[in-house]
């Protein structure tokens, strides 16, 4: 059986519920057709016209990201540009495009939650919650299965994330336990998370205001990059999404953009 895209929006909603996004976002359907037949999704975290044009390549109807396509209301189209670029080859390709964001992150089992579990973090709690919503938020934060020094926690993510370096703000020999994760950009909880305990926060997009704020609290950044804190959480999400696909008998392949690359690069 092959879902329609109105069947596929209903199980993202049911796994990463609307509700949960900030103000500001706009995950859901960016451009498409509710009625369209899925027989592929094609993953990657950003709308790009490259990965749009990869999907077209693989022959999928879907290209499912987690950063939205269309952020703001649109006054114009301009097909010159992004993202009226991509709008254009998505209709003109017949390729769907829809978003699971910050929904996704806040969700039981999302972004956040995955990183929560690729650090073996025990304890996991949410790092800022929502009213009246149990176990979904911004953010978790946990306990490692042992103290450790940041030195090691760094060289850990590292390994996890597959990212060549990391920024830190604390001392090498930092003890660490209780970690806080926010996938993305998460500077800004620096003090939620030391008012939560944490010894570490593990976010991206850490500012120079964000790590001299830290330093003054006392509690250790790492900065391992907005693309690196969410791309494989992203993958294992879709890994878990194709297994969902699979228990409501859906005939739908999934692929991942393996060519997605950081667009932040380390001059080498």
Not at 213 to 229: R, V
Request: net charge negative.
């Amino acid at each position: 059986m092959n879902p329609r895209l109105k069947d596929v929006l209903e199980l993202l909603e049911e796994l990463a519920p609307s509700r949960l996004a900030e103000p500001w976002d706009n995950p859901g359907l960016q451009v498409g057709s509710y009625s369209q037949e899925i027989r592929k999704v094609f993953l990657a975290l950003d709308p790009t016209l490259r990965s749009l044009r990869a999907a077209h390549r693989g022959d999928a109807q879907l290209l499912l990201t987690h950063h939205p396509l269309i952020l703001k209301p649109l006054s114009r189209v301009d097909i010159n540009g992004y993202p009226g670029e991509v709008i254009l080859e998505a209709l003109k390709g017949g390729i769907s495009v829809v978003s699971a964001h910050t929904n996704l992150d806040r969700a039981k089992g999302g972004i956040n939650d995955i990183l929560a579990g690729l650090l073996d973090l025990q304890d996991v709690g949410v790092l800022k919650g929502m009213d009246g919503e149990d176990g979904v938020g911004l953010g978790r934060i946990g306990v490692l299965p042992e103290q450790v020094e940041l030195s090691v926690v760094a060289e850990m993510i590292k390994g996890i994330l597959g990212s060549r370096n990391v920024n830190i703000c604390g001392k090498a020999d930092d003890r660490i336990r209780r970690v806080a994760v926010v996938g993305g950009s998460g500077g800004s909880l620096v003090p939620l998370a030391s008012t939560m305990g944490a010894d570490l926060l593990l976010t991206g997009d850490v500012s120079y205001h964000h790590a001299l704020e830290a330093e003054s609290l006392g509690i250790a950044l790492i900065d391992a990059g907005h693309f690196a804190t969410e791309k494989i959480a992203f993958r294992i999400f879709g890994k878990n999404l194709g297994e969902r696909f699979e228990a409501e008998g859906w005939e739908v392949d999934l692929e991942v953009d393996e060519d997605e690359t950081d667009p932040v690069r380390v001059l080498d």
